[in-house]
């Protein structure tokens, strides 16, 4: 009797571990618990809503390529400023110390690479380079030395950088994945409509390596911007210091073009979910740069007709103070307190508390530039795409760039003003910021008590 008992509490126990839901539909248990996605340091979040995109005012150009629209936008965060030249130098220390580590691997795998998991024994192909040795950057190791040498400049051309690191060979090297390729359908193909999803793509799911794209970018700044972007200007100064000297760290990063700002963000996804620990990385949060509509929505901070992102129509306050870092007047640039660039957060933050969203540099976006995209694109999220490749025609390489800058005029400030320029060029007057796509916060475990609201 003992045993029956015994057996039948056994079964209870299986039946019971084997399915906890009873027979309905409570969906998977995660192990992980309740997902949660951090503030980003530096960045303010921008609620999602709607506003009608475009001209609220007169067209003064008369061009027609900011016709009104109502459009909808997800919620973000957002770079409260400008990325700056101390930031930027972040990303172009780590390619540096990136391609030394790589070279140092090859004379000293066990210091400077990791081959296999510690716990697990599997064998990385390829190694992990190891983060936690330090470079010797003046070993008295000639193996060593000679082992990074090929990253420093020539002798005859070694300056005054400290490292004197040959920015010719700062190449960031990624990959992406080409989603509108991918999802693109070619019905020239003929094929079985059941079968759509092999026959009417033109490479289909038989071989998805076609597009997963591999970039390499060489990731140093145009210093020699302040120089070829104006004719007889003595502009030289800026060109040796601008972007190493400490007195400018706090500075918007400029001489970047467009490839090196997407790069950018692609690194700071990388380091933002390599550096959380499971936590971190559980969120798989990307870092990009904002399309045109997410940054018109940014500028607005809230104010739906007003022409300047701090909320009124004029370009000074009520003290008769310039509010951003412009060409007033007729070409008085110090009257609103700058010459050039200067530091960032330097003017008042909009309503959401970004700054700079108007004057200082005007900043790349995501979308490619087309004068009639608002006639052509969705409502919701709108954002038009183009990956161009090298040997494109240059209209397909135009980029749109927002907010004006430091050598413009008033209308440049204004938060509906479109402008563009060449994704492989670097300007003087253009930076950018990222901004990271907001998932939603869980409350509880519970779905019908989870909230996808912020606060």
Not at 305 to 328: D, I, M, Q, V
Not at 345 to 351: E, F, L, R
Not at 361 to 389: G, H, I, L, Q, R
Request: hydrophobic residues 30%; proline residues 6%.
């Amino acid at each position: 009797m003992k045993k029956i008992l015994l057996f039948i509490a056994a079964l209870i126990v299986l039946v019971s571990c084997s399915d906890k839901g009873n027979g309905e539909l409570v969906g998977v248990n995660r192990k992980s618990g309740t997902f949660y996605q951090p503030d980003p340091y530096g960045m303010v979040f921008v609620p999602q809503g709607s506003y009608t995109m475009g001209a609220g005012d007169e067209d003064i150009t008369y061009g027609q390529v900011i016709e009104p629209k109502t459009v909808s936008i997800s919620s973000f965060f957002m770079d409260e400023t400008e990325i700056t030249n101390n930031e930027y130098r972040q990303f172009v220390n780590w390619v540096s110390d990136s391609i030394a580590r790589r070279m140092l691997g090859d004379v000293r795998p066990e210091d400077y690479l990791i081959e296999e998991d510690p716990e697990t024994g599997e064998v990385y192909d390829p190694p992990f380079l190891n983060w936690e040795t330090e470079i010797e950057w003046q070993s008295s190791d000639q193996e060593v030395r000679d082992a990074i040498e090929n990253i420093y400049l020539p002798e005859h051309e070694r300056y005054f950088r400290k490292k004197q690191i040959d920015s010719r060979k700062l190449n960031y090297e990624y990959y992406w994945v080409d989603l509108q390729a991918a999802a693109q359908k070619d019905f020239s193909t003929p094929g079985n409509y059941l079968d759509a999803s092999l026959s009417n793509r033109p490479q289909g799911l038989r071989d998805r390596s076609v597009y997963v794209k591999r970039e390499s970018i060489n990731v140093y700044p145009d210093t020699l911007a302040w120089i070829h972007d104006y004719t007889y200007s003595f502009n030289d100064p800026l060109t040796e210091r601008y972007f190493w000297h400490p007195a400018y760290d706090h500075y918007p990063v400029v001489g970047v073009n467009w490839l090196q700002a997407k790069a950018f963000c692609v690194w700071r996804t990388e380091l933002y979910n390599n550096s959380g620990g499971k936590r971190r990385a559980s969120v798989g949060a990307e870092f990009r740069l904002p399309t045109e509509a997410e940054w018109e929505w940014a500028a607005r901070g809230g104010n739906e007709l007003s022409p300047y992102p701090w909320g009124g129509p004029y370009t000074r306050n009520e003290k008769g103070c310039f509010l951003a870092n412009f060409k007033p007047l007729r070409g008085n640039y110090i009257d609103d307190g700058g010459l050039r660039t200067i530091i960032v957060g330097h003017y008042p933050a909009n309503d959401w508390g970004l700054y700079d969203m108007a004057g200082n540099v005007a900043e790349w976006t995501n979308s490619a530039y087309d004068p009639a995209s608002y006639n052509f694109t969705w409502d919701m999220n709108p954002n038009y795409t183009y990956n161009a490749k090298p040997d494109d025609s240059p209209a397909m390489k135009r980029k749109v760039i927002r907010g004006g800058s430091w050598k413009d005029i008033a209308y440049y400030l204004r938060v509906t003003t479109r402008a563009y320029e060449y994704q492989d060029t670097a300007k003087s007057y253009i930076g950018f910021r990222s901004i990271q796509p907001y998932l939603g916060r869980n409350k509880g475990d519970n779905p019908a008590k989870a909230s996808n609201v912020y606060h």
